[in-house]
């Protein structure tokens, strides 16, 4: 249960909607007040009901001298509640691209100078908003006419010649080009952190909230309920029908084996030892037991019966060849990101992948 949640000098107080709750929350501001010296303006402050009437929030926060807040709303520059699949909802990210963009500034700039502003300031202006939510391909395309013109230095609907294609200017500088980064890529990379987030368990405070909403299974989200995290997972499975697939490259590096589960777990090889073994695995009664388990035991020891001749005594034989090399150690076990060398997720490594809307 999420009571509170403070960020620098701004405060969010969450709980169920009765007056004694807002009453004691008032207390405890106004304890705050008398004891650090420090006045809360309550007149600047907003009162946000969720599923309750119009009449009743403004009704109570009349009685408490506030503000009342309705969603859509910004919350540390970032649009919650409202439908951020429409493309109107992006207006405002486009216009602060145009508004960084002066007469001035395009023609007077060399070429270099367009290309290091565009990197810096035109690639980092939507970042924080592309960072939670799926980007409209007609959102996208509209931010790279802007980006694009501004490069080739054309005002308005002026033609100019281009001496420099632009998926050149997008590409990878491994790839001979100049290293700009689509910002189709760049949104799907960065929606794709939380997912990495996700799966490596950092046991953040987001972290156990999506845990205990949606569980630990990534195919398990909810299909008739319209997330935030849905759309998120939804995504990175539809750029997988696509013939990216993000997932594979977060692997199990293995230490001393009590995170990892044995059967369910890509820890070995390209695929669960689940899938391989199909025969073996039917014969387990501890289908969750983990890799430390497995391996410190007697391997056996969970089967139901022993492996009879045949089909179930040849895949039980593989098995084993497959695993008796292994070696634990004391080190606790981590996810890994094999398109790095640290092992470490970086956005860079997707931006790099010149995926295309």
């Not at 709303?73 to 963009?101: E, H, Q, T």
């Not at 139901?304 to 001749?309: D, P, T, V």
Request: glycine residues 8%.
């Amino acid at each position: 249960m999420i009571s509170h949640l403070f960020y620098a000098d701004d405060a969010v107080f969450i709980g169920e909607w009765s007056d004694n709750n807002l009453t004691r929350i008032m207390q405890i501001l106004h304890c705050f007040s008398l004891s650090s010296g420090l006045k809360i303006n309550i007149s600047k402050s907003h009162l946000l009901g969720v599923g309750v009437p119009r009449e009743s929030a403004n009704t109570t926060a009349r009685r408490l001298g506030c503000l009342v807040m309705s969603a859509p709303f910004k919350y540390l520059g970032v649009m919650v509640g409202g439908n951020m699949a429409l493309v109107k909802s992006w207006d405002d990210v486009i216009g602060k691209l145009n508004s960084r963009l002066s007469k001035w500034k395009r023609n007077s700039l060399s070429i270099g100078g367009r290309l290091t502003l565009l990197k810096s300031v035109l690639g980092s202006t939507p970042i924080y908003s592309m960072s939670l939510y799926k980007v409209p391909k007609s959102v996208l395309h509209s931010m790279e006419v802007i980006r694009r013109k501004f490069f080739y230095g054309v005002n308005g609907d002026d033609t100019k010649i281009t001496w420099v294609s632009w998926p050149k200017v997008l590409a990878a500088k491994e790839y001979g080009g100049l290293g700009v980064s689509s910002f189709y890529a760049l949104n799907r990379a960065l929606l794709f952190k939380w997912i990495w987030r996700f799966i490596s368990q950092d046991n953040s405070l987001w972290f156990r909230v999506i845990f205990s909403i949606h569980g630990s299974n990534l195919s398990s989200v909810d299909a008739f309920h319209t997330s935030l995290w849905k759309s998120i997972v939804w995504e990175v499975f539809s750029l997988n029908s696509q013939g990216i697939d993000l997932l594979s490259h977060c692997r199990i590096r293995v230490g001393n084996g009590y995170r990892t589960r044995f059967w369910k777990d890509k820890w070995i090889g390209d695929n669960q030892l689940c899938h391989i073994f199909p025969r073996v695995y039917a014969l387990e009664t501890a289908k969750e037991s983990s890799v430390a388990e497995k391996l410190n035991g007697s391997f056996s020891d969970s089967f139901r019966r022993n492996a009879r001749g045949g089909v179930e005594e040849h895949q039980l034989a593989q098995l084993r060849l497959l695993i008796d090399p292994v070696i634990l150690s004391s080190s606790v076990d981590r996810w890994v990101w094999d398109l790095s060398s640290d092992g470490d997720f970086h956005v860079k490594d997707i931006r790099n992948f010149e995926v295309i809307g």
